[in-house]
């Protein structure tokens, strides 16, 4: 390649956007790195969603074509990414040409740097229709994807520089630290939050019952057992109170796991009179656009998704992200979420409605994550993971709210079923006693809320779901829980609470009252 083609590459830089420090810093270790390792060395580098990459690999493509007469090939997962990057890349003064399927590559010569969708760039590579002979650097954007990695095997005597906001391979079974020889980790979100570059999370998590969800091949929840439990009318109904409660009249942008969610979602806020719009992958290229340019014009807009926006989607006038939906992937949650972290004008935070038990599964987003240790040790981290199980057993049960106030009169209305196992258990009593205590508390707040037996009486059979959950953490102490065996349960435990009350009314209500109720 000859040294007059690279100076044409390179065109005085027309941007007026300016480099950070840390962004400065981190441009500086990898070409550190050019100049010290291997001409084949892999290296990765860790940055968090609104960071910058794009900006980083783009000034490092500019200088690289400057001091060094060999070619760039970059590696994006999304033709959407592809020409993001390849914006990016002109406004660095980088001529560059994108390698689409509709792609002209006679003139493939008059390029230095090179744009490319994986599965495009394989079909060219495996047809010899691209010229990659004299590539010394391949980036690759959202290197966590494994699709990159058949690729490696054309580039072997290329420096290649990955870049991720998570360095956690999308499969276990691959592990980026097989494929990267060292891993660079950037800023920290809390750092880039400190410094005003990202917006500040404030959560809103609710705690869900998800053990019905069925893990697939691919080490997340399958879509069908996901929309079996989001499909039904009360997941969408605490969707649209959640909604209400905390992010009413707000720009939102709701993640599903399945298209029929969505559309049930869609469905259900625009009964409610909500103006929402549905988007997945089945959409056209001009619905697309006008469904975004909608979303971006429109101040109260919802747009309901099948993660199709989790990359490469960029509105910073977004105020509240609801993950509708469950993930064991550390990756998804951190990208789903990043795409409200944008700043702009005065803000500086956005909310997040977690109806997926994610916040329990992996933290706050922004948490100082080791992800030195991760690369190196990803087994580790995901074996750390709680299992829904042991998730939901650290929940709490809380009444909902029209239920609570039926309970008014009475200051804590909560029972711990496993301290009072274990006390018991410690006490050398049968475990029978953890249920007669507790029929006796559900007793009392009953009482604690009537005039009469009568009125007790119709407050307890408003207590089935609080009884459920009773049941449930009860069987899981003494390690039983077959259907037959809770269904009895619980239906003898209706029973003797209502004998509970038809016995001692009296006698509780004077406990509670000093008096005897009124005849």
């Not at 003139?107 to 090179?114: A, G, L, P, R, T």
């Not at 409605?353 to 948490?367: M, Q, S, V």
Request: aromatic fraction near 10%; charge should be negative.
């Amino acid at each position: 390649m000859s040294e007059t083609l690279i100076a044409n590459a390179i065109v005085e830089r027309k941007t007026d956007k300016e480099l950070y420090s840390y962004q400065k810093g981190a441009i500086d270790q990898i070409f550190d790195k050019f100049e010290t390792a291997p001409d084949d060395y892999h290296l990765l580098y860790q940055l968090p969603t609104g960071g910058g990459k794009t900006v980083i690999f783009s000034e490092i493509v500019r200088q690289y074509l400057k001091h060094h007469n060999k070619k760039v090939l970059i590696m994006t997962h999304r033709i959407e990414l592809c020409k993001q990057t390849s914006t990016m890349l002109t406004s660095f003064g980088v001529t560059n040409k994108v390698v689409d399927s509709k792609a002209n590559l006679d003139d493939q010569e008059q390029y230095s740097c090179f744009v490319a969708m994986v599965e495009t760039l394989n079909n060219r590579l495996q047809d010899d229709k691209l010229d990659i002979s004299d590539v010394g650097l391949v980036i690759i954007d959202e290197a966590h994807y494994n699709s990159f990695t058949k690729l490696f095997k054309f580039f072997e005597n290329s420096f290649v520089l990955g870049v991720t906001a998570t360095p956690l391979s999308s499969n276990k079974d691959l592990p980026m630290k097989d494929n990267y020889d060292e891993l660079i980790v950037g800023e920290t979100i809390e750092s880039l939050i400190e410094n005003e570059f990202l917006a500040r999370a404030e959560f809103y998590s609710y705690n869900m019952g998800l053990t019905s969800l069925e893990v697939g091949s691919n080490g997340d929840y399958t879509v069908k057992s996901s929309e079996d439990l989001y499909n039904n009318s009360q997941m969408l109904s605490k969707l649209l109170e959640a909604y209400e409660k905390h992010s009413k009249g707000k720009k939102t942008l709701i993640f599903n796991n399945g298209i029929n969610t969505s559309l049930h979602v869609y469905e259900t806020f625009r009964a409610a009179g909500y103006p929402i719009a549905h988007l997945d992958n089945t959409a056209t290229k001009k619905q697309r656009k006008t469904i975004l340019k909608w979303f971006n014009m429109t101040p109260n807009a919802i747009l309901t998704s099948v993660s199709i926006l989790t990359t490469g989607f960029d509105e910073p006038t977004i105020d509240t992200i609801i993950l509708n939906r469950a993930t064991k992937s550390l990756t998804l949650y951190y990208q789903m979420i990043g795409r409200g972290s944008r700043i702009l004008n005065n803000k500086s935070t956005f909310s997040v409605i977690d109806l997926g038990n994610n916040f329990h599964r992996f933290g706050p987003w922004g948490a100082d994550l080791d992800w030195q240790t991760i690369f190196k040790s990803p087994n580790f981290y995901a074996d750390r993971l709680l299992s829904d199980e042991e998730l939901e057993s650290n929940f709490k049960w809380e009444m909902p709210e029209e239920l609570r106030a039926e309970f008014a009169k009475s200051d804590e209305v909560y029972f711990d079923i496993k301290e009072t196992y274990v006390d018991s258990i410690k006490n050398g009593e049968s475990s029978k006693v953890v249920l007669e205590r507790s029929i006796a508390q559900h007793a009392r707040i009953c009482v604690e809320n009537s005039e009469d037996v009568y009125d007790a009486l119709a407050l307890s059979k408003m207590l089935g779901p609080d009884i459920d959950d009773r049941i449930q953490r009860y069987a899981k102490c003494i390690s039983k829980s077959t259907y037959n065996f809770l269904k009895w349960l619980t239906d003898d435990y209706h029973k003797k609470l209502s004998t509970h009350l038809r016995q001692n009314f009296d006698t509780i209500y004077e406990d509670i009252h000093g008096r005897p109720p009124e005849e």
